[in-house]
């Protein structure tokens, strides 16, 4: 058991993590009956923070809520393994090659925003050219994943100009002895190269994306891996 | 006043009995639902304000949470803990979910500014209905350390991360996670959560 990660149980249990914090400490739950139990017997005590703060409800709430929950399919029983799958899917947005010359504006700032600290001038300018570049290509895609409080990863790609770039903000550093491996996964996965964050940001331009369907992030031992040894904490879709 | 009453008795009906609710609801019964929901909408509704702050975006992120209770009723599972605690969880995460990406998309000022013209409408059922419990779990958050209510505080009711209640408290990150942690365990122990 890492120690390290055991002793997150309080703020995982208070929400105090980030996204990714949380993924890798779910994981160690899952290997982990003490920390489950642990874990369970917070999560009760924490409700009794929340249960403390009760306050009347305003009535057209219950009327609004039973309107909608009629109109809503009920999931099936299931492991909660979807849980975090949906969680990324509802902050992925994938713009159309159309909406990118839209968003071009937005991106360039976003892309001043993700690089504005401690950075030379001259690497800042390469990065704006690098994805104001492939921001011409016509199918340039764009996805955000998380946010910049919890940890944020964009991905620019292109098709036509067969590569990408993956910038990220506010992420934290990778656990101790391991790094973010990017990966291309399709009809086989190979290795896009180390994610090293310094400050929460990190840019990792990969050429030849080729006919992979996705990029994942995984956490990997320090220097990466051959092939994906965990779950990805990351994913995003590349059409 | 009615409504408040049975509010209040129906705040302690057994745990074994809203775990029956669950598992009707999860069968697609309406009613139980609607019996679900005032057990929990007082609780869920008073911890995202104390989180979000803003009315109206509390009143959304409730109901959200309150259809999607509705629609993972089936995933909810009795040995992993009450309905209470399932539902509490999912409303705290949801809050701070909104509390960050509030905070990510910009000016915290201009939010900041709105929470404090937000309509003042619950101070006095805010006391009545929960006097009881608030006065146990203040009598416990007393018996930690500063340190250690001012963490648990500023992470459970203000939505910050450690990181952030790090920086707020100048103290470093491992005493941080530390003290967040004792603090639950003392906070435990003294309510009795078994």
Redo the contacts between chains.
């Keep these: 058991m890492n120690a390290d990660v055991h002793a997150l149980t309080g703020a995982y249990v208070l929400d105090a993590v980030s996204d990714l914090e949380r993924v890798e400490f779910e994981r160690h739950l899952g290997d982990c009956d003490a920390c489950r139990q642990e874990v369970a017997e917070l999560r009760e005590t924490a409700t009794r923070l929340g249960t403390a703060a009760a306050v009347e409800s305003p009535p057209w709430m219950k009327t609004a809520v039973m309107a909608r929950i009629s109109q809503v399919r009920q999931l099936p029983p299931d492991a909660g393994a979807l849980a975090s799958r949906r969680r990324a899917s509802r902050w992925a947005l994938r713009v159309s090659s159309a909406a990118a010359a839209v968003l071009l504006v937005t991106t360039t700032v976003l892309g001043v925003q993700l690089m504005r600290t401690e950075q030379s001038v001259e690497d800042a300018q390469a990065q704006t050219e690098l994805m104001a570049s492939i921001l011409r290509a016509g199918d340039a895609q764009l996805v955000t994943q998380g946010d910049s409080s919890s940890g944020r990863m964009v991905m620019l790609a292109s098709r036509a100009q067969d590569r990408m770039v993956l910038v990220t903000d506010g992420l934290p550093a990778a656990p101790a002895g391991s790094d973010y491996q990017a990966w291309t996964l399709g009809d086989e996965t190979r290795s896009a190269g180390l994610i090293k964050p310094e400050d929460g940001r990190a840019t990792l331009e990969v050429s030849g994306i080729d006919t992979a369907q996705q990029v994942g992030i995984t956490v990997e031992p320090a220097g990466g891996s051959d092939q994906p040894t965990t779950q990805t904490i990351m994913q995003f879709p590349l059409v | 006043m009615g ?2 009453i049975r ?1 209040l008795r129906e ?1 302690t009906t057994a745990a074994s009995d809203t775990a029956e609710l669950m598992r009707r609801v ?1 069968r ?1 019964d ?1 009613a139980a ?2 019996r679900l ?2 057990v929990l ?7 995202i ?2 989180i979000v702050r803003d009315p109206a975006q509390s ?1 959304e992120v ?2 959200e949470v ?2 999607e209770l ?6 909810y599972s009795p040995e ?3 309905v ?2 399932f539902a ?2 999912l ?3 949801r809050a ?1 979910d909104r509390v ?2 509030a ?3 910009a000016d915290r000022e201009d939010t900041v500014g709105r929470r404090e013209v937000g309509r003042p ?2 101070e006095v ?2 006391q009545v ?2 006097r009881l ?2 006065e ?3 009598r416990c958050l007393a018996t930690l350390t500063e340190l250690q209510r001012e963490s ?1 505080v500023l ?3 203000g ?5 952030e ?1 790090g920086e707020l408290l100048e103290t470093p990150l ?1 005493t ?10 003392r ?2 122990d003294c ?1 009795g ?2």
């Design positions: 409504e408040r509010r705040d999860a697609g309406e639902f609607e929901y005032d909408v007082g609780p869920l509704f008073g911890a304000r104390r009143e409730t109901q309150m259809v509705w629609r993972s009723a089936a995933r992993r803990g009450s209470m605690t509490m969880t409303a705290h995460r701070v960050r990406s905070q990510a998309s409408f619950d059922s805010e209905a929960t419990e608030q146990q779990v203040r648990v992470a459970y009711y939505g910050r991360t450690y990181r209640v491992g941080i996670k530390t003290r967040l942690r004792d603090g639950l365990i906070l435990r309510l959560v078994a």
